[in-house]
C-alpha cells in the first residue's frame, strides 16, 4: 500500500514589490476580462454562423467560459495570499499573508 503524505502548497517569495505584484494582478485581471468578453462574444454571434458550425460555436464558448472561471479562482487566491497597503513612507508595501496560493493550475 502508498502511503501519501501531507500535500502542501509551495511556499511564495518574500520580496514582492508593488510592481510585480500590480503586474501579476492586472495580467489576471485582463484573463477575466478578455476570457468573459470572448464567451460573450461567441455567444451572441451564434445566430450569425451557418448551422453546421453552431455547436463549434458553443462549445467554443463553454471552454472560454471554464477559462474565465479558473481566472477568477486564480485571481482570488492571489488577492488572499498578501495584504497590500501603504508603508512607514507612504508607497505601497506588498507582505504575504500566510494563506497559500493556489498553485495547483
Request: glycine fraction near 8%; hydrophobic fraction near 50%; charge should be neutral.
Amino acid at each position: 500500500s502508498v502511503v501519501l503524505g501531507c500535500l502542501t502548497m509551495a511556499p511564495l517569495a518574500q520580496d514582492w514589490t508593488y510592481a510585480e505584484w500590480s503586474a501579476v494582478y492586472n495580467a489576471l485581471s485582463f484573463g477575466i476580462a478578455g476570457m468573459g468578453s470572448a464567451t460573450i462574444f461567441f455567444w451572441l454571434q451564434l445566430p450569425n454562423v451557418t448551422k453546421n458550425y453552431r455547436t463549434a460555436l458553443t462549445i467554443t464558448g463553454i471552454v472560454t467560459l471554464i477559462a474565465t472561471y479558473h481566472y477568477f479562482r486564480i485571481f482570488n487566491s492571489w488577492v488572499a495570499a498578501f495584504n497590500v497597503g501603504l508603508g512607514v513612507n507612504g508607497s505601497y508595501e506588498v507582505t504575504v499573508s500566510g494563506t497559500p496560493f493556489n498553485d495547483a493550475y
